[in-house]
């Protein structure tokens, strides 16, 4: 489990294709506190550490996860938002965060509001419902709060979010450009609230 509280942006050194893709992240943790094994957030989704070295670890990235992410997600150069697994005791700073992406959405626009920025996503229908103006999603592993939705004809929806200063500057989502894929994660409760309903309209 997750908090979506960004707390290092890596880059991607490497990447080796052995069968799954082999993804070497460089990163300003502390590999000697990270066990193999461990869980990473890696731009919102969950991966396993498979080795690590002094400024370094390595995942390995399915054809599965690569299918249900972003374009491009796992490229040389490319930067991701880090978070190491929640402890029991340590402060929940965002929401409940599963690092299991349910999606991808598309940057429609980016406008400044003073110091912030406001940006807009597009979202495919699969995903509009779970969607709600003051709930929780989380966007490249960055928890956030939706701030207002616009459903469309086609069942897809719209909505936007303010990025203030400091998450500009401590994540990746400050470099976000217009036509740009997200991983998207919607908040747990939404979930199984959904499942919930669905089993009421079969009772």
């Known amino acids: 489990m997750f908090t979506g509280i960004v707390t290092d942006v890596g880059t991607i050194e490497a990447v080796e294709d052995r ?3 082999r993804v070497r992240v460089a990163t300003a943790f502390d590999t ?56 029991l005791g340590d402060e929940l700073g965002g929401h409940i965060v599963t690092g299991h992406v349910d999606g991808t959405g598309t940057v429609l626009g980016i406008c400044p509001e003073g110091e912030s920025q406001r940006i807009g996503f597009a979202v495919p229908a699969g995903l509009a419902p779970f969607i709600a103006a003051k709930g929780s999603i989380t ?22 979010i303010n990025l203030i200063p400091h998450t500009q500057a401590v994540t990746t ?31």
């Not at 193999?36 to 498979?50: E, P």
């Not at 989502?173 to 079969?202: K, S, T």
Request: aromatic fraction near 4%; charged fraction near 20%.
């Open 19 to 21: 069968g799954d893709l």
């Open 32 to 87: 000697a506190t990270v066990d193999l094994g461990a869980s990473i957030a890696c731009s919102g989704v969950c991966l396993t550490v498979v080795d690590k070295a002094p400024g370094w670890f390595a995942v390995d990235v399915s054809h599965e996860t690569v299918s249900r992410t972003a374009a491009d997600q796992w490229t040389q150069g490319r930067r991701l938002n880090l978070e190491r697994a929640l402890k």
């Open 139 to 160: 966007i490249d592993g960055v928890s956030l709060t939706v701030n207002e939705v616009s459903d469309q004809s086609d069942g897809t929806a719209h909505f936007a």
């Open 173 to 203: 989502l400050g470099a976000l450009a217009q036509g740009q894929a997200v991983n998207l994660e919607i908040d747990v409760l939404a979930r199984y609230l959904q499942r919930m309903e669905a089993h009421r309209g079969q009772a």
